[in-house]
């Protein structure tokens, strides 16, 4: 067999940019790149200066044309995925990564599409608000917004002040902040 060319890696890149479909491609497609591109690289270690100019050329060719051709490949794919099919011409390699995917587009409707249509969707509104208070142990010269979307600050170190809860946890915890108990 006649070694894999760069001719033959530009039938492969029109065939597969003209079909509507992800075009089938050999089981040893990406190793005959491979040789071609081993082979390329020995010629321009050893060519000439122009040869190895016009060499270099072929080889960033051939990088667009494999690029092009995966690319190509994953966008029909992910487009037969959306559908809920797993395209059928396609290396065993990428039938296991586009079934991946499929697995996880199929979790991902599950777990919010299939939900929000059956009107099973869990909204929980906060009873009340929390508010704690913390001594600042740090200057904060910038306000901060609470997750009650009010501003909050700027803090002096050793001032004591109110916060919601869930901001008060976070300064705890970057050490801005020491949680203050108010007995009764």
């Known amino acids: 067999m006649a070694d894999f060319s760069v001719e033959d890696l530009l039938?492969?890149?029109k065939k597969e940019l003209n079909s509507p479909d992800v075009a089938e491609l050999s089981e040893g497609f990406y190793k005959d790149v491979g040789k071609l591109v081993s082979r390329l690289?020995?010629?321009?270690?050893?060519?000439?200066?122009?040869?190895?100019?016009l060499l270099q050329e072929?080889?960033?060719?051939?990088?667009?044309?494999?690029?092009?051709?995966?690319?190509?490949?994953?966008?029909?794919?992910?487009?037969?995925?959306?559908?809920?099919?797993t395209?059928?011409?396609?290396?065993?390699?990428?039938?296991?990564?586009?079934?991946?995917?499929?697995?996880?587009?199929?979790?991902?409707?599950?777990?919010?599409?299939?939900?929000?249509?059956?009107g099973k969707v869990d909204v929980s509104v906060?009873?009340?608000?929390?508010r704690v208070a913390v001594v600042m142990l740090v200057e904060q010269p910038e306000k901060v917004t609470g997750m009650d979307l009010q501003s909050y600050g700027p803090f002096e170190k050793g001032e004591v002040v109110s916060l919601p809860e869930q901001n008060?946890?976070?300064?705890?915890?970057?050490?801005?902040a020491r949680r203050l108990r108010v007995r009764a």
């Open 11 to 13: 039938e492969v890149y």
């Open 41 to 53: 690289l020995f010629e321009i270690k050893r060519g000439d200066e122009l040869q190895k100019e």
């Open 58 to 85: 072929e080889l960033k060719n051939v990088v667009f044309l494999v690029q092009g051709i995966h690319a190509a490949r994953v966008r029909k794919a992910m487009g037969a995925l959306a559908g809920g099919e």
């Open 87 to 118: 395209p059928a011409s396609v290396l065993e390699q990428e039938r296991q990564a586009f079934s991946d995917i499929r697995q996880g587009l199929e979790k991902l409707e599950e777990e919010l599409v299939l939900p929000a249509l059956s």
């Open 126 to 130: 906060p009873s009340q608000k929390t």
């Open 168 to 176: 008060a946890d976070m300064m705890v915890r970057r050490g801005q």
